[in-house]
């Protein structure tokens, strides 16, 4: 199985980026479908992005169109989430999560394996 480890987290202003990373060992990551999903206090987990097992990526545009865009790096064996024009209600933790699906789902129960999350801050 895969363990995933996310870093990149932080604390930035409004309007600036950060790009977080998901990081895969056990497997090579290119075998499973990865999503990143976010949760806030008080609220329930969302879906963000995600990138297919092929390599096709799907955003969620309601909240992050245009501002978020992950990707993935094979030898590294390590995916990505861009986060730029980052707004106050980006605040929350960020989850990486991956299942042996060869499509993504945005339904977080969809998935096997997950990190332990990272806290992305984004002051007004």
């Known amino acids: 199985q895969v363990q995933l480890v996310e870093s990149g987290g932080g604390l930035v202003p409004a309007g600036g980026s950060l790009r977080l990373s998901c990081a895969a060992s056990?497997?090579?990551?290119?075998?499973?479908?990865v999503g990143w999903f976010r949760q806030a206090p008080g609220k329930e987990r969302e879906f963000v992005a995600g990138?297919?097992?092929?390599?096709?990526?799907?955003h969620n545009e309601d909240s992050v169109k245009g501002r978020f865009t992950i990707s993935r790096d094979n030898a590294k064996n390590t995916v990505y989430l861009q986060m730029n024009s980052l707004k106050p209600e980006d605040t929350a933790v960020y989850y990486c999560?991956?299942?042996?699906?060869?499509?993504?789902?945005?339904?977080?129960?969809?998935?096997?394996?997950w990190g332990q999350g990272t806290q992305v801050t984004v002051s007004s």
């Open positions: 999560a991956a299942r042996s699906s060869v499509v993504v789902t945005t339904v977080d129960v969809g998935y096997d394996y």
């Open positions: 056990g497997r090579t990551v290119s075998s499973y479908s």
């Open positions: 990138i297919s097992r092929s390599g096709l990526s799907r």
